[in-house]
């Protein structure tokens, strides 16, 4: 966790860095698209430090109240980032309307892009970093805000590339029409940062990939035993919660089935990270024969 937590606290201080070199872009441009990508900076800043509350907070031991732990507490996070993510599409496409139809000469366009071509470069950089942390560490918080990092990258270099052709052609429409696009482009990555957050909220399976995976360890590891049935998955943050109920001959001692649901928990923890292992025991007369086959 506390690899989580120097990550959060290194993108609160990159996200400063990229926003003033973006708004000085803007500065000596007065370009309303380099406006939008200032803008999504200070997003940036507030996803960051919105990311180190949820993961302080998650990273609390389990207690009275939350016996299942405070790792939910991510999705609330990505949520609220995904929200700041479509104001500032709002925002944006204000600007650009009313610059539409009032179009300004762009200022110093080469310099403007040079200033911006160096943040985008550490954002790029810093996304990739993110992006696999938070997949290593399951992360949603990380992940999202790799993510949108990553958005903030391929519109930066759309950004640049506008604002060069709108200084050599003239065509001084290109800069509110790029920010428009800029626009469109945040207010869809807010939109699925908040579609995956609700989904983890609401209990989520586990990937296909992940299931099929439990199944496989559960089968290869639990020798002694019929089958497994009615596997249930979900994930909290970097925690995947597994239940299911697991058939043994009616004669087998309790000693022996507890040693079967250790090697599962085992083996799954090993393969999988952070598990949360529910296993009920059943006797053979339960089976239902659609479950896993244990191997």
């Known amino acids: 966790m506390q690899r989580t937590i120097g990550l959060a606290l290194a993108s609160i201080a990159i996200a400063a860095i990229v926003f003033a070199l973006k708004f000085a872009a803007y500065y000596v441009t007065g370009s309303v698209a380099f406006y939008s990508d200032a803008l999504e900076s200070i997003i940036n800043i507030a996803a960051a430090a919105t990311a180190l509350i949820a993961l302080t907070v998650s990273a609390k031991p389990a207690d009275r109240s939350h016996p299942f732990g405070h790792q939910k507490v991510e999705y609330f996070s990505a949520v609220f980032e995904g929200v700041l993510i479509v104001g500032a599409a709002v ?85 509110p029409l790029l920010a428009g696009l800029v626009a469109i482009s945040i207010l869809w990555s807010g939109y699925t940062l908040i579609r995956d957050s609700v989904g983890g909220l609401m209990d989520a399976a586990a990937s296909p990939e992940e299931v099929e995976r439990i199944r496989a360890l ?39 089935a507890h040693a079967i649901c250790d090697r ?32």
Request: proline share 4%; hydrophobic share 50%.
């Open 91 to 175: 925002l944006i496409f204000r600007e650009a309307y009313l610059r539409f139809f009032a179009p300004m000469p762009i200022e110093a366009p080469l310099t403007g892009i040079a200033i911006s071509a160096v943040a985008t470069t550490i954002n790029a950089a810093w996304c990739a970093v993110l992006i696999r942390e938070g997949r290593r560490l399951r992360s949603p918080v990380l992940v999202a805000d790799g993510r949108h990092l990553q958005a903030d990258v391929v519109t930066s270099v759309g950004v640049a590339v506008g604002i060069f052709l709108a200084a050599t052609t003239g065509w001084l429409v290109l800069d």
């Open 218 to 256: 559960t089968s290869a590891h639990a020798d002694g035993a019929i089958e497994a049935h009615d596997l249930r998955t979900r994930h909290a943050g970097p925690t995947i919660f597994v239940e299911f109920h697991l058939v043994v001959p009616g004669d087998m001692k309790v000693s022996e």
């Open 264 to 295: 599962i928990e085992h083996a799954l923890a090993e393969a999988l990270g952070r598990t949360h292992v529910t296993i009920h025991v059943e006797p053979e007369d339960k089976a239902k024969h659609s479950g896993v086959v244990v191997v």
